[in-house]
DNA sequence: GTTTATTTCGGAACCGGTTCCACTTATTGA
DNA sequence: TCAATAAGTGGAACCGGTTCCGAAATAAAC
């Protein structure tokens, strides 16, 4: 591997003229050609732990994402990704596997690693992520989550629950299971919901319950399949999508059929929504232009340009068969 | 953040000592006292540049994958990425999105970036990755192909796609239709078909044709639609799952009932096919463990041990509700 | 009580870049 | 024509570590 005064020696300059060339600054016109030639020759390119030393900081994005294995880290992921190599940046990404723990150690480590800014695929932000993040004095972006503190991108939980409800109500829907999951989730625990009640209130004579469950699909089969005996829905209103597909496995196993006997709904737009069927009708957010706004925004944080504090991506409800039009079925 | 020198002035020694210290050399225990109370107190972290840049190597494992929005990708990556941590490694992914150029940048960039070893997420080996890797001179590992001239950790293809076979048989299909994929892809392409050949030659009167497709769903989709009118397998074998559940779309915008009319298999052991109803047979391989092999090997490669050159990955076939037992069918 | 071997430690060079400063040369204006 | 200004270039210091080498201090050997 050559380095800069490789190339000065074989140009026959000095190495600060080399790094003017590369760096832009003047240099004359033979010289560069110079330069030039004996980078092509060796096929140079600097060593970037060189410049970063010098540099005090690097090129380099830190994305924090809670899991690897889901539709929505992914996609974000992709969006970040190739947006911040539009823009000559890296990402480095560190799956904390659902630990926050783990996030508060990337926090710091990251910092030590003199990253640029730092990317949060939150679920939850507690005091420890406010003093990492404060005591780190990096840039910091906020995906999912809205913090006061500090700049964030969310999905637009609260209308995608109205909406949501609204298309329930049309439907002709009055008995209605809201299959939520825990409130320190503000985005999908607090927001979808009130979203969805607002939209409720705005009707009378409905016969709403709200039950509270975790994310993965074994506990929403576990959690729908009670609710089924006990309350008789005629619909759930799940919060996410993977609750709505337990909710079909749990309608599955109990011999129900979807959408004639009961109907589900989920947020998300996960892929495998589309592909089941019946095919689930969901709240789509999108993933990876929030991924790419991300990127531009973390960008334009680093070089200390303003962004608004809190950009919110947009949602689209799409339609599929696990909703039925009560008002259209024949008597 | 301070520096080394900043605990050496503290602690009143040299930064040679403090260096000495953090790396195992001899010194005194007074000395030590000293400088360990002076890193309490300013909370001293050396800086990874500096040290790289004078070591010449990172503790960095670059990882080249094709995609991250696929099961057996992310699956793959969490295995690496924990196994790599508790080595006391850390893992870069580089994220190609299927564009084999970009592999190639990849591995040149990783290079430049001095990474201590190289995991490829392989679908592809071509001559530009063989002088890539050749050129690079850093320790290589490929999971999902095999190839003479580098480590590799393949799953087991062949004999996956001969227990596949034999499943099929015993469950009484004979007419069959397997649709596979580009013979480029090894792994998936070749060697899965070959072992399914291997099966179907040990029975006679058996109506097989073989079909190729893309990996994506709707290609598949398209594909079984026209073989199911073509040909009227009572079973499809497919390569993958995706392209399974291609098969099953296809099915239903045909109004063909699974497995009343129709049975399908697949191959990875994606979470969705035991989501969905009715869950599909699968040759399910071992990901994450694949990937924690993996980064147990890429670390032994790079501490200049020896590893096998080549390791099998295990399988498992998951029997689920798309097949259906034609022996025990009542006539 | 020397001599020799060992341990501990500081100084300096080095890794590969960037940047400041001073010097030379060319350009411009009066 | 000469001073003032701008452009181009090299030298040296610096970023924050690691490592080699030799000196000093301590321990062991005789």
Known sequence: MSTILDIAKLAGVAKSTVSRYLNGGS?????????EQAIQETGYSPNPFAQSLKAKKTNIIGTIVPRLDSYASSQTLIGIDEQLKKLNYQMLISNT???????IESIYSFANQKMAGIILLATEITDQHIQAFESVKIPVLLIGQEHKNFHSLIHDD???????????????YRKIAYLGVTERDISVGVKRKQGFKRAI??????????????????????????????????IFVCATDNIALGVL????????????DLAVTGFGGYDVTGIIHPGITTAKFFYKEAGETAARHIVELVNERTVEKITVSKFEIIERESVDNLLKRPL
Chains 1, 2 share one sequence.
């Open 27 to 35: 240099v004359g016109e033979a010289t560069k050609k110079k330069i």
């Open 158 to 172: 609260y209308d995608a629950g109205y909406a949501m409800g609204q298309y329930v109500l049309e439907k002709g």
């Open 97 to 103: 596997s659902q630990n926050l723990e783990r996030e």
């Open 249 to 260: 496995k749990a309608s599955y196993s109990e011999g129900i059929t979807i959408p004639r």
């Open 201 to 234: 209130q705005e009707v009378e004579d409905c016969d709403v319950r709200f039950y509270e469950t975790l994310f993965n699909i074994p506990a929403a089969q576990a959690s729908a399949k009670e609710i089924i005996h006990e309350f008789k829905p005629a």
